[in-house]
């Protein structure tokens, strides 16, 4: 049984940092990649940043680039979202999840974690 477990979210001005956490307990044969997402009120959901489970290739959305960093750690099988310069409009849920490739679109991923609340002050 796969599991993701997002931590870190919470409440920050603008301008501030925070990194998320997705711990995977278990990673099915042919999961290769691994993504946040992120999903406000009323919006649907958006992709923010994807890695390769081996080589770590990235991929970022342009609203993150140059200010989100996504990493991975192979052993802990833990994925991370560091956030930086943060501005009100990254206020949503941000979701992790595991597929089988990298992509930006949320129907390739499989398995999805619960989703952690950042909120973004002006």
């Known amino acids: 049984q796969v599991q993701l477990v997002e931590s870190g979210g919470g409440l920050v001005q603008a301008g501030g940092s925070l990194r998320l956490t997705c711990a995977a307990s278990g990673r099915p044969f042919g999961s290769n990649a691994m993504a946040w997402f992120r999903q406000d009120l009323g919006k649907e959901r958006e992709f923010v940043a994807t890695?390769?489970?081996?080589?770590?290739?990235?991929n970022y959305a342009d609203s993150v680039k140059g200010r989100f960093t996504i990493s991975r750690d192979f052993n802990k099988n833990t994925l991370y979202l560091q956030m930086n310069s943060l501005k009100p409009e990254d206020t949503a849920v941000y979701y992790c999840?595991?597929?089988?490739?990298?992509?930006?679109?949320?129907?390739?991923?499989?398995?999805w974690g619960q989703g952690t609340q950042v909120t973004v002050s002006s």
């Open positions: 890695i390769s489970w081996i080589g770590s290739s990235t």
């Open positions: 999840a595991l597929g089988p490739m990298v992509a930006t679109t949320a129907e390739t991923y499989r398995y």
